[in-house]
T-cell receptor, first 116, second 117 residues
Framework: DVKVTQSSRYLVKRTGEKVFLECVQD?????MFWYRQDPGLGLRLIYF???????EKGDIPEGYSVSREKKERFSLILESASTNQTSMYLC???????????????FGEGSWLTVV | AQKITQTQPGMFVQEKEAVTLDCTYD???????LFWYKQPSSGEMIFLIY??????QNATEGRYSLNFQKARKSANLVISASQLGDSAMYFC??????????????FGAGTRLFVKA
């Protein structure tokens, strides 16, 4: 089974702190994604990457950056956390292309971040 | 502009009846994919069904079927014979080609389904 592991389930950070959310997948997937989930807004794409050192902005990249130094690891960075970044963050991965079942994306368990 | 629109924030259905969850999408990419995911209260995201833009037939997976109307850009999920365990949040999603040649997947706002006994 595909496993997408997010390093922290629950975090509380102070405004202005630098925050790292780590994500690791074990299935050699090319694609990796970071979403945030907020009530009434669904999942919104922050950044994604389809190769090492490649990254592309999603719909809400402001205030975030990402790093993909190794294929299996995709990190989300909040350079200076703000209270409006309090949310649930979901990491996901998939194979590249349009293969079987559209190359379904697989999700981690989510990281609940509270910024105070 | 919203690329994935789910117009029903909440839906109620009687147990054992069928229910349709609406999804419309917008893309200029001729090759795209459409997904439905279920998120129960536990928070995990569960893949339900996939439809490719070139697939001629509507996708089915057990009690789930996808009513794909390409000209209308709609991809409604039909759940037959609803069960209490179907109570959850349901997300429609679309995979399309990105600006740099990768694939990105975007989601709608979701529909919360309540199944009544």
């Amino acid at each position: 089974d595909v496993k997408v592991t997010q390093s922290s389930r629950y975090l509380v950070k102070r405004t202005g702190e630098k925050v790292f959310l780590e994500c690791v997948q074990d299935m050699d997937h090319e694609n990796m994604f970071w979403y945030r989930q907020d009530p009434g807004l669904g999942l919104r794409l922050i950044y994604f990457s389809y190769d090492v050192k490649m990254k592309e902005k999603g719909d809400i990249p402001e205030g975030y950056s990402v790093s993909r130094e190794k294929k299996e690891r995709f990190s989300l960075i909040l350079e200076s956390a703000s209270t409006n970044q309090t949310s649930m963050y979901l990491c996901a991965s998939s194979l590249l292309g349009t293969g079987n079942r559209g190359n379904t994306i697989y999700f981690g368990e989510g990281s609940w971040l509270t910024v105070v | 502009a919203q690329k994935i629109t789910q117009t029903q924030p909440g839906m109620f259905v009687q147990e054992k009846e069928a229910v349709t969850l609406d999804c419309t999408y917008d893309t200029s990419d001729p090759s795209y994919g459409l997904f439905w995911y279920k998120q129960p209260s536990s928070g995990e995201m569960i893949f339900l069904i996939y439809q490719g833009s070139y697939d001629q037939q509507n996708a089915t997976e057990g009690r789930y079927s996808l009513n794909f109307q390409k000209a209308r850009k709609s991809a409604n999920l039909v759940i037959s014979a609803s069960q209490l365990g179907d109570s959850a949040m349901y997300f429609c999603a679309m995979r399309e080609l990105s600006n740099t040649g990768g694939f990105k997947t975007i989601f709608g706002a979701g529909t919360r389904l309540f199944v009544k006994a």
